[in-house]
C-alpha cells in the first residue's frame, strides 16, 4: 500500500485508511516504534482500573475514608422499623 507524506504544520504524517485503522484496533493515541524495516504503530491500551490501588492508598493516607466506613452511618433503618409492615 503507498500512501503520501502530507504537511502537518510544520511537521508531516500519512493519512491511513478506514480498514488498517479498524484491523489493527487504531484510534487516539497510538505508539511509535522505530524498526531496521521501518515505523511500527502499535494501539495505546491501558489495562482497566490501571492505578486504582495506588490512588486509593494516596487517598487513605490523605485523610478520606474507604467507601464502606463513609456510608455506614448513611443506613436509615427507621423505615423497616417504623413504617414498614411484615
Known amino acids: 500500500m503507498h500512501t503520501r507524506l502530507i ?3 510544520n511537521s508531516q504524517g500519512i493519512v491511513l485508511p478506514k480498514k488498517l485503522l ?14 531496521p ?3 511500527l504503530i502499535t494501539p495505546i ?3 482497566h482500573r490501571q492505578g486504582w490501588d495506588e490512588r486509593f492508598q494516596q487517598a487513605i493516607a490523605g485523610g478520606q475514608l474507604p467507601e464502606s466506613e463513609v456510608l455506614e452511618n448513611l443506613s ?3 423505615f423497616e422499623e417504623s413504617e414498614w409492615q411484615w
Not at 484496533?25 to 524498526?35: H, K
Request: glycine fraction near 12%; charge should be negative; hydrophobic fraction near 20%.
Open 7 to 9: 504537511r502537518v504544520g
Open 22 to 35: 479498524q484491523q489493527y484496533q487504531l484510534s487516539g493515541e497510538v505508539d511509535l516504534t522505530p524498526t
Open 37 to 39: 524495516e521501518g515505523l
Open 45 to 47: 491500551t491501558t489495562p
Open 76 to 78: 436509615d433503618d427507621s
